[in-house]
């Protein structure tokens, strides 16, 4: 089934541009902008940072019906505001803040490794845009919250078997963009830049790993990732890395950002587990966004009918 969705209205379009101003200028007040004024600041700058979220474009897409929970889905509003994505700042609202100043397109990917395929592709070589679909996933956060969202994207495996990894391709490695001039959080080293994050092959071939294009019937806004970000909802949020440019298929596992900031934290696989808990909190329960109290976190975040086989005989506490 083939659905046009509506276009994003001008007027919710409106209100985000007016809400994003709002909280930009606040901050900008509240916290730097005194002094950056006092230190004459150039007018343009201030101008800049106005310029906001660009245009959402809507999206033609098929509802994939193997996916969609009957569960609520999160407020829009929380999911494009609520966000992890450190290269734009550590707090929640940082991205949707700063985040309009990625260039999305022209985009491309490169691709390197043990592949028949190496080069550079444009992000439309590598998304075929005729054959999105819908997708409602849960992400659960390694903080211990969770969203129910529905996004529109691809299969990993489709544009994986574009790229031709050889034999020895054990591991698939993505890596974010890591540009000072457009990624202001870049200039703290709370991660190892660029953000970097892997998968072994056969779980990038499970169906569920996805590449999320967009969000809401909607072109994905870039705080959550665009113009492609990884979705693996058995795994724990950070694993699905954001505003991907390089593709390398490797055959050792890789270490990742988050395994180099905290070994004894952050494992390659990061399988939502409420039976291992991270050293410093308990992963057993969850609060989802927009609800009250917390619920019971589910093994594979409920997802082990699909994924539980790519684990078998391997101890789980050892390989978080
Ligand atoms: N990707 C990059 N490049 N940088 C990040 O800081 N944060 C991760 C993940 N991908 C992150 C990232 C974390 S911790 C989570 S929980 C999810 O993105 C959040 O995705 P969302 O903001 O779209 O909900």
Redesign the pocket.
């Known amino acids: 089934m083939l659905i046009k969705q509506r276009k994003a209205s001008d007027e919710s379009e409106n209100n985000v541009t007016s809400e994003w101003a709002y909280l930009n200028r606040r901050k900008l007040m509240l916290g730097a902008g005194a002094a950056l004024i006092g230190a004459g600041a150039a007018l343009s700058d201030l101008q800049r940072r106005d310029a906001g979220p660009r245009e959402l474009g809507s999206l033609d897409f098929s509802q994939n019906p193997a996916f969609r929970p009957d569960e609520v889905v999160t407020p829009e509003a929380a999911?494009t505001r609520y966000?992890?994505?450190?290269?734009f700042g550590v707090s929640k609202e940082d991205?949707f803040i700063n985040a309009w100043r990625l260039q999305t397109s022209p985009w491309s990917v490169t691709v390197d490794g043990f592949t028949d395929k190496p080069g550079t592709y444009a992000f439309e070589d590598l998304v075929d845009m005729n054959a999105l679909q819908e997708r409602i996933y849960r992400?659960r956060?390694?903080e211990a919250w969770s969203?129910v969202i529905p996004w529109i994207g691809v299969p990993l495996a489709s544009i994986i078997k574009k790229l031709a990894p050889t034999s020895d391709a054990k591991y698939v490695v993505f890596e974010?963009l890591a540009d000072p001039a457009q990624m202001p959080g870049i200039r703290w080293p709370v991660i190892d830049w660029p953000?970097q994050e892997g998968l072994r092959m056969d779980e990038a071939m499970n169906d569920l790993a996805f590449i999320a294009v967009g969000l809401f019937g909607k072109e994905i806004p870039n705080?959550?990732?665009a113009p492609m970000?990884l979705v693996t909802p058995w795994k724990y949020?950070?694993k699905?890395?954001?505003?991907i440019v390089r593709i390398t298929f490797s055959d050792t596992q890789p270490t990742t950002s988050w395994m180099k900031t905290g070994p004894s934290e952050y494992g390659f696989f990061s399988n939502v587990n409420p039976e291992v808990s991270h050293p410093r909190w308990s992963q057993a329960r969850e609060r989802r966004i927009g609800e009250f109290g917390r619920r019971d976190t589910l093994k594979f975040n409920g997802y082990g009918e699909e994924v539980a086989d790519l684990y078998a005989g391997m101890d789980l506490r050892k390989y978080f």
């Open positions: 999911v966000n992890n994505f450190y290269e991205p992400l956060c390694v969203m974010t953000y705080q959550n990732g970000r949020g950070f699905s890395i954001k505003s």
